[in-house]
């Protein structure tokens, strides 16, 4: 997969990095049987799904030379934040999820791959969203299939600090739900920055990323208490 690494994202494991992310598949496969991972484990679907997906959502950001401070909300078995601490070393990653077992395989899996860059934690989104020891602390905090647009920018907004950035994972993308979003986010102290739209590269798949950037300090009535959010979007 290098030359369509090197095509799509303008991005090349070197070796080291190659045999972990193919570990990582492998582990993941593994531990599948009884934790119940994933869905998907055919090989190629799985580079693009997971690996050349997770790292192609922050686009650019993967050459920026800055070293960053970064938070993965709802991150299940490690994605995006366990290709993105394989690709970028010099990134702190918190991985978050409130499945223990989902955690306790990140635990396990990042010694494993040689790992020192991440943090797993056990967490409900919206608690950890109101905790000063994370509130406000992150350059740039990641959500891929967890639930509404609206509800993803009430879950990252309060995590970032003035000037990071949140990146919503997203498949397809209307007007309607730019709109939406676009009060909700004005609610949270950011704006929509940038709508990112591409195709994956083997089934031809449009994805969307939605960037926010963060330009005050959310109020701290955001994040509202657990539960809340999913059931009353803003």
């Known amino acids: 997969m290098d030359k369509m690494w090197q095509e799509t994202i303008d991005w090349c494991p070197t ?10 598949y492998s582990e993941v496969v593994s531990a599948n049987r009884q934790l119940n991972l994933t869905r998907i ?18 686009g650019e950001l993967i050459n920026n030379p800055l070293e960053l401070k970064v938070i993965d909300l709802g991150t299940g078995a490690g994605f995006p934040g366990l290709p993105l601490a394989i690709a970028r070393t010099d990134w ?23 790992l020192t860059n991440t943090h797993p934690l056990v967490s409900r989104i919206e608690a950890l969203g109101q905790e000063r020891q994370h ?43 730019a709109t939406s979003l676009e009060l909700a986010v004005a609610k949270l102290g950011g704006e929509i920055s940038k709508i ?16 926010l950037h963060k330009t005050t300090d959310t109020h701290p009535y955001y994040p509202r208490a657990v539960g809340i959010p999913t059931l009353k979007p803003l």
């Open 135 to 177: 509130r406000h602390q992150y350059d740039l905090a990641l959500i891929r299939a967890v639930s509404s647009a609206n509800v993803c920018a009430e879950y990252t907004l309060p995590l970032v600090k003035v000037g990071g950035t949140a990146i919503l994972y997203r498949g397809n993308w209307t007007d309607e739900e």
């Open 41 to 58: 484990t055919a090989p190629e679907e799985f580079w693009e799904k997971h690996l050349w997906d997770s790292l192609r959502g922050v």
């Open 15 to 24: 070796e080291q990095q190659q045999s972990q992310l193919q570990s990582l």
């Open 92 to 114: 702190q990653m918190t991985l978050v999820d409130s499945t223990a077992k989902k955690v306790g395989f990140i635990e396990y899996i990042a010694p494993e791959l040689g």
């Open 196 to 211: 990112d739209r591409f195709t994956t590269p083997i089934s031809d798949s449009i994805r969307h990323c939605i960037w």
